[in-house]
């Protein structure tokens, strides 16, 4: 499938292609599957192999040449915001406030775009834990973008490779990268990581308050303009107590 997928939206993936330079980092969630964890600190500070999920994401787009983040915060805001200005050494980070009331991730999406100053930009969730492949995950991602026919370009991974992954995957992808919805009651191969790049068009018209990403996702579908990308290297649902443990243990085996 990853094979396929060059061939069709490049004949030669540029993996020195320019990440985008801002990212959209989701840590407002209420972590209720990760407690007790979650009592006193937020999801996004919980550590995995010695260091917060938080800064393992912020690390990895660093390096990968994001230059701004924005945060959005609601649980526990204050602990995640303390956090979050030591790293304004390294990186411009911006902080979206939803202390008033929590707006899911498209609404989280929708009060952060006047922070968001470029087009298209990243959208990673804070709780997801990867590792890149034979080459930079988010440079392989942005490689692939074509802003004339996508609207999202999503980083998937194989549902055999999605460590801690339970469930019964979320996309279908032909040969051309463009995806489908996994019929209810039935499996797709492929698993959506958490990472994703996104067009500012993706978030004209949506609606006010609390809304998933799903949403958006949808209408680009059904405008032929949703694709995906084969995630390379590995990738970990962090999302309970016991996921960090099964997360560190594959880790020291590799």
Same mark, same amino acid.
């Given at each position: 499938?990853?094979?396929?997928?060059?061939?069709?939206?490049?004949?030669?993936?540029?993996?020195?292609?320019?990440?985008?330079?801002?990212?959209?980092?989701?840590?407002?969630?209420?972590?209720?599957?990760?407690?007790?964890?979650?009592?006193?600190?937020?999801?996004?500070?919980?550590?995995?192999?010695?260091?917060?999920?938080?800064?393992?994401?912020?690390?990895?787009?660093?390096?990968?040449?994001v230059e701004r983040v924005v945060v959005n915060v609601h649980y526990l805001a204050d602990s995640l915001e303390a956090h979050l200005k030591a790293r304004c050494k390294d990186l411009d980070v911006a902080i979206s406030d939803e202390r008033e009331l929590l707006l899911e991730t498209g609404g989280g999406l929708v009060?952060?775009?006047?922070?968001?100053?470029?087009?298209?930009?990243? +959208?990673?969730?804070?709780?997801?834990?990867?590792? %890149? #492949? @034979?080459?930079? =995950?988010?440079? /392989?991602?942005?490689?692939?973008?074509?802003?004339?026919?996508?609207?999202?370009?999503?980083?998937?991974?194989?549902?055999?490779?999605?460590?801690?992954?339970?469930?019964?995957?979320?996309?279908?992808?032909?040969?051309?990268?463009?995806?489908?919805?996994?019929?209810?009651?039935?499996?797709?191969?492929?698993?959506?990581?958490?990472?994703?790049?996104? +067009?500012?068009?993706?978030?004209?018209?949506?609606? %006010? #308050? @609390?809304?998933? =990403?799903?949403? /958006?996702?949808?209408?680009?579908?059904?405008?032929?303009?949703?694709?995906?990308?084969?995630?390379?290297?590995?990738?970990?649902?962090?999302?309970?107590?016991?996921?960090?443990?099964?997360?560190?243990?594959?880790?020291?085996?590799?």
């Amino acid at each position: 499938m990853t094979a396929t997928l060059h061939r069709t939206l490049r004949i030669r993936p540029d993996i020195s292609a320019t990440v985008p330079r801002c990212a959209m980092v989701m840590a407002a969630g209420l972590g209720k599957r990760m407690r007790p964890l979650t009592a006193t600190r937020p999801k996004p500070l919980v550590e995995v192999a010695g260091k917060a999920l938080l800064d393992h994401v912020l690390d990895r787009l660093r390096a990968s040449g994001v230059e701004r983040v924005v945060v959005n915060v609601h649980y526990l805001a204050d602990s995640l915001e303390a956090h979050l200005k030591a790293r304004c050494k390294d990186l411009d980070v911006a902080i979206s406030d939803e202390r008033e009331l929590l707006l899911e991730t498209g609404g989280g999406l929708v009060r952060a775009r006047p922070l968001i100053d470029c087009d298209p930009f990243l +959208a990673v969730n804070s709780d997801n834990f990867w590792v %890149d #492949g @034979p080459s930079d =995950t988010l440079k /392989l991602l942005a490689s692939h973008w074509d802003g004339d026919r996508m609207d999202a370009l999503l980083l998937l991974v194989p549902q055999a490779r999605a460590g801690n992954h339970g469930g019964s995957g979320d996309f279908h992808m032909d040969a051309g990268g463009r995806l489908r919805r996994r019929a209810p009651g039935r499996i797709a191969p492929f698993v959506y990581t958490g990472i994703q790049i996104m +067009a500012q068009r993706l978030l004209d018209g949506a609606p %006010d #308050g @609390p809304f998933s =990403t799903n949403i /958006l996702w949808d209408r680009a579908i059904e405008e032929g303009r949703c694709f995906g990308v084969v995630h390379q290297g590995l990738w970990f649902d962090v999302g309970t107590p016991g996921a960090i443990s099964a997360t560190e243990e594959a880790l020291a085996r590799e």
